[in-house]
């Protein structure tokens, strides 16, 4: 119990981490010399995005499902 605590204490934050790198690799690209390296910076950012998003999901429903099985 209070090792999976320990675990979301510093998963979840790191998380929102990413996200926020996800949302900066997005919006401030920099303006490279060829548009390929762009669409790479943005395509990795979703990906960023997505991942740090599926994590907290499923902990989010692994974590109901274990309250409402009680």
């Known amino acids: 119990m209070l090792k999976s ?3 979301r204490f510093l998963a979840y934050p790191f998380c ?3 996200i926020c790198i996800g949302f900066q ?3 401030e690209t ?3 010399k060829h548009e390929f390296l762009k669409s790479k910076a943005i395509i ?3 990906g960023l995005i997505i991942v740090a ?3 907290i999901i499923t902990d ?3 974590i109901v499902k274990k309250k ?3």
Do not use: A, D, E, R
């Open 5 to 7: 605590i320990l675990i």
């Open 16 to 18: 929102v981490f990413m």
């Open 25 to 27: 690799m997005i919006f």
């Open 30 to 32: 920099p303006n490279y």
């Open 44 to 46: 990795s950012g979703v």
């Open 53 to 55: 998003l599926v994590y």
């Open 60 to 62: 989010i429903i692994i």
């Open 68 to 70: 409402f099985k009680q």
